[in-house]
């Protein structure tokens, strides 16, 4: 991978890490009610974004997905009107955070609801394959958990029998809330489920971006040049508890989660770069400042925008203004 | 053309897929099987497997792919083939389709038609009988017709395709070659939430909908020997529903009786009854009544369940009867 | 015992538990985390893995298999962790266990209780917010319960967990930590199907569930200030519903206002009008009423959206005096 | 196997076939108004229904499998009361054919939702292992195309996860109605879905009863025994149409049909054990011929029953006689 790739998956690693960094502050502050973030996750974000082609393909996300909302493109201040409920907001305030919608970017909206995105990713896949759009594919991430709902697998299976242009991106964190794997599901590579589905797939370090990345560019690779779909299990792990509302600590040892840490795939990643001469301690220092400027300016720009007026409530809901009385 | 309701469905899809190359049709067996009522015979030939594709087992994945496609600018029309299938795509229509517009504050849309048979009298027993539009008028962001006749049909489908909002339209099994009838070659549309005064009365006002309008009428008929004027609204159109023509009836004949085959308690009739003691309490000279379905799971199989279930146009009759002498 | 609703619920659990090896409690998280809001804390360790189920994250088999374990003659507590994520059960509960008596004739029952948090006013956003009674309450074969008030969460669901029939348990997330009272220890039941009224009065009748109890009970007591006297009941049962207590408070106030959060059409007001309408119309000095949520997809995240969907008693107390004028 | 296995096999195989006979002959004649057959599955039940062990083992069947059912001990008479839809049918008249419920046999009420009863046998699994009633298993049988259902995956998770004992019994007709397994599915074998669930999952030849048998015995005894759950496909053939409403020549071609025939399991069973001396040509004659007469006795028995009454209707809705207005 070029330099630059390099240099571009660890500022894309970073942005993340520090916003999540920063919404938890806000939250315990009590400047927003809630934060959700994505630490232990960077590295397989930072590596899929990385292989999204920005103007052609579509992204169907889950909650979780900061850095792969930014990764294609995102504006920071997006993620902060969203976290403080701002009329800017791209639900208007109407939905939790980091539940965008951006549709010029290719970033689809979703509901909080596990699995049900899956399915609408298909579709998105379909259109184009329908359209002929060669050169197009759709990524479509969700978690662990999410590979138990039934819709998951009616989307999988559907997927393969038309032969869709769909990656199926799983970030395999080892819990859905307080549920470990071991409790989710009797397998331990996610990735064999798609021998169900007959179609490819594949389990990678999720800690690695590079790794994460040539996987699932290869993958969105076939998807465009109509091989069809493929599953990708990226193994990574969730350091936060899984909201601001949660405590972990009720259902797993803080051990594990210290020794999951020791493998923080951020440092590790810094490491490389420096190792590789990508990268030297300053550069990175620097780099850190830069982004923490830009985010900083970012939420304060946000803070300081209008709220969403009463008015909004009855907007959008049709076309036009039907009630359902007429 | 002279056609009954099955062809009217039949030649409008025609008629559609022909005119707008964004319509794709989506359900088990429309394809090569056209569909279990015929209703898509031949289609695949003429349109091909992209257009007219025959989806996997699995109802949660029709309709979310569906909103997908939708969601990227297709028009799906996806099939249930019975309504008593459709459960498993609740959360597929209320949880996502029907909120699409509003989560994204427009950004992204669902012009989706969700075509199904419903209702009884035709020995489907207890799974293929049922009626579902009460389970799913509640939701906002929705919109529900279910017309009755041929004319009705075709108009309602046209408006339906045309909509940019999700859309259920319901086709009952009853009235598919109950009667054939002239209507316009033309696309025309029938405005969505518009009822329709199917015979004028002034003695009496009965608002219905689907195959029961038949019935009714059949019973207004018989009356109109005794003297007794029935005014017989067919509301085609459950979510939006047309307030002005119920209302102008009532101020009119001051009586109402509400007819439908689904059940009462909670049903389409209880909010049409709400309305009209909100807003006309005082121009009515006898108490609303309901003559629903019964209060069980389902109809039955054996004739004698059925025929319990069902309503005859002789008990129409008798309750106008005593609605007028009240 | 002295408590807030969380704990009436949880108490009344716990001595479920102790007293009927049959009763088992399955759900996410339900386990270790004991429930988001800590209903079942420490259950696991009491009760063991077999009878506290951490399932999968899979809505529609932990409703599917627990009606399997009802036909079977244990007495599961199915939980759905927020009410918005309900919908994928809908085909269990609707199609499966609301059908099992009347399918089998009688041969198979499913004696189940779901449990779920539900509506608004918590910050609880587009997907953590909803009110779900009016998608159930048309459904023959199901009964539903909505109480507010600790004594009678505790009574009713000591009722629904001793019924032969399924059961939806629907738990207002405001009023969870909203007051502690005190309640009995020994394990009463409260029959499913009364009404209550929590304040006598004369003029107005004022018929609410849920959350909104609270606020109309704090606008009835300020119009007593104005001599007002409101009566306020409190369904608690949603299905089957309590037509006594209504129609006799009626007979005294001749004046209906129906309050709820969830949105009018075809809502619970619905129902309760269109019995009025029709078994006491002469009784009515003013059209019927009903403040409701409004006409929306769901609450929105921001102060602005939930607080103009939430209604104030403030603004109940408006409604209530223009009643009482007109 | 032992000869009198052979011979109870070939047994239950004649019987199911010529019970579907006669069912299709009355269809023709206008005494039954749908009739629905296994003709291709009678080796896969009969094998299957050999392994059960009646008085401790649970079927959940699906509709197509009239040769479990007798298998596992129901009277001819109950499949004829139950096709002509009499009040003696063990649903009262209420399902369709071939929808039985009998408690005492172990044999599962369900509905015709496809896939949705394949969470109740998990949950009739966890019952029995909550009651650590060792020696004891379900079978639950369902198509090729209830495998495309979310029901089925999150059923199939749910077992694995919590080791119920269950074996998951699929009769792989190679069609769906008209959908044939090719646009179902893109994998060869259904078996191979239990790699995603980490359970066994083999294939054997549904036209060898004495393969299947052997098969779902030692599947039924590992979870008996606490082996967990396994999945088993029998591969077989749908030689009718998928009920006397279908059409296959619309879907399929007769040529299809016909070489299938030529491997029809009964002749090629009976050859078998002709040639294994098992049963000489002279007896099968003679047991074809008791089964005829056994079967036209109670198909006139059935028919000469009384038919449910209309009051039957609102019976077995709730324990009770609760109405929803109470
Ligand atoms: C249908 C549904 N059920 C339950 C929930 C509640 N819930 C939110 S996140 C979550 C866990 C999801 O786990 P996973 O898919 O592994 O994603 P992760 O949070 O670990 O990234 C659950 C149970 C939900 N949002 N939707
Ligand atoms: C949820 C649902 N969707 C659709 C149907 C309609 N339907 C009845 S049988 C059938 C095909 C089932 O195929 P398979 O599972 O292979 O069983 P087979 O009939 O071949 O034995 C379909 C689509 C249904 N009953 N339920
Ligand atoms: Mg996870
Ligand atoms: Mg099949």
Redesign the interface.
């Known amino acids: 991978m070029k330099a630059s790739e390099q240099r571009e998956l660890l500022r894309r690693m970073l942005l993340h890490r520090q916003i999540d960094t920063r919404a938890f502050q806000l939250n315990r502050q009590g400047r927003i ?2 934060a959700l973030g994505g630490e232990g996750h960077e590295a397989a974000q930072a590596g899929a974004s990385l292989a999204f082609m920005r103007g052609q393909d ?1 992204l ?1 996300p889950y909650y979780r997905d900061l850095g792969l909302a930014l990764g294609i493109g995102l504006p920071v201040i997006d993620v902060f009107t969203s976290l403080f ?3 800017a ?8 955070p980091s ?1 965008f ?3 010029a970017l290719g970033l ?2 979703i ?4 699995a ?1 995105h ?13 359209r002929k759009e060669r050169g197009r594919a759709v990524l479509c991430s969700f978690g662990d ?2 590979t ?8 999988l ?2 997927a ?3 032969q869709a242009p769909v990656v199926f991106f799983c970030q395999n964190n080892g819990w ?4 470990p794997q071991s ?5 331990n590579d996610i990735a ?8 490819p797939g594949s389990t990678v370090d999720g800690f690695d971006p590079i790794a994460v990345y040539d996987a699932v560019h290869a993958a969105l690779e076939r998807a465009r040049n109509g091989g069809g779909p493929s599953l990708i299990e990226a193994k990574c792990y969730r350091f936060l508890p899984h909201t601001s ?2 405590d972990d600590r ?2 797993r040892q803080p051990e594990e989660v210290e020794t999951q840490r020791t493998r923080d795939p951020l440092p590790t990643f810094e490491r490389q770069l420096i190792e590789k001469q990508i990268y030297s301690t300053d550069e990175i220092a620097l780099l850190k400042a830069e982004l923490y400027e830009h985010i900083d300016q970012a939420l304060e720009e946000a803070a300081a925008l209008e ?4 008015d ?8 036009g203004t ?5 | 053309m002279n056609v009954n309701n099955v062809e009217a469905v039949r030649a409008t899809l025609h008629d559609a897929l022909t005119r707008d190359e964004r319509i794709v049709i989506l359900g088990e067996d429309v394809g090569a099987r056209g569909n279990v009522f015929l209703i898509t015979k031949d289609f695949l030939q003429e349109f091909g497997p992209q257009r007219i594709v025959d989806t996997p087992l699995s109802e949660s994945a029709i309709i979310g792919v569906a909103v997908g496609m939708a969601m990227d600018g297709l028009r799906p029309i996806a099939e249930i083939q019975f309504a008593d299938f459709i459960f498993p795509a609740f959360n597929q229509i209320v949880g996502e389709a029907a909120k699409t517009r509003y989560r994204s504050n427009g950004d992204y849309t669902c012009p989706l038609v969700i075509r199904t048979p419903y209702g009884g009298g035709v020995r489907g027993a207890l799974s293929h009988s049922i009626s579902i539009e009460a389970l799913f008028y509640h939701v906002p962001g929705l919109k529900i017709v279910a017309p009755a006749f041929p004319a009705d049909v075709r108009g309602l489908l046209n408006a339906a395709i045309a909509d940019p909002d999700p859309i259920l339209f319901l086709e009952h099994k009853k009235t598919y070659r109950l009667a054939r009838t002239d209507i316009a070659d033309e696309a025309y549309t029938i405005p969505i939430g518009q009822a329709d005064i199917k015979r004028s009365g002034t003695d009496l006002t009965v608002v219905s909908y689907g195959y029961f309008v038949h019935l009714a009428l059949e019973a207004a008929a018989k009356l109109s020997s005794e003297d007794i004027s029935v005014e017989v609204i067919d509301l085609r159109s459950i979510r939006p529903m047309d307030k002005t023509t119920i209302l102008q009836s009532l101020s009119k004949t001051h009586r109402l009786l509400i007819i439908h085959e689904d059940h009462a308690f909670g049903g389409i009739g209880a909010e049409i009854a709400a309305m009209v003691a909100s807003e006309a309490l005082f121009e009515l000279d006898a108490p609303i009544r309901r003559l629903c379905g019964p209060d069980v799971p389902a109809m039955g199989y054996a004739h004698a369940l059925e025929d319990a279930y069902m309503i005859s146009s002789e008990q129409m009759a008798t309750a106008m009867r005593e609605m007028v002498q009240f």
């Open positions: 009610p809630f579509v169907v409920a701002k009329k907001d791209t639900s208007g305030g109407r939905q939790f539940h919608s951006n549709k689809v909206s509901s909080s609801i596990i049900a899956v399915a609408h990713a298909v579709g998105f896949g379909l259109a184009m394959q329908y958990g999410a138990s709902q039934g819709e998951w697998h009616e989307a299976n559907f393969a029998v038309m859905a809330i307080s549920v409790k989710q599901m009797r397998i064999d489920r798609a021998i169900g589905y007959g179609m509302d949660d009720t259902y709220n969403p007026s009463a909004s409530l009855t907007t959008n809901v049709y076309a039907e009630k359902a009385w007429l």
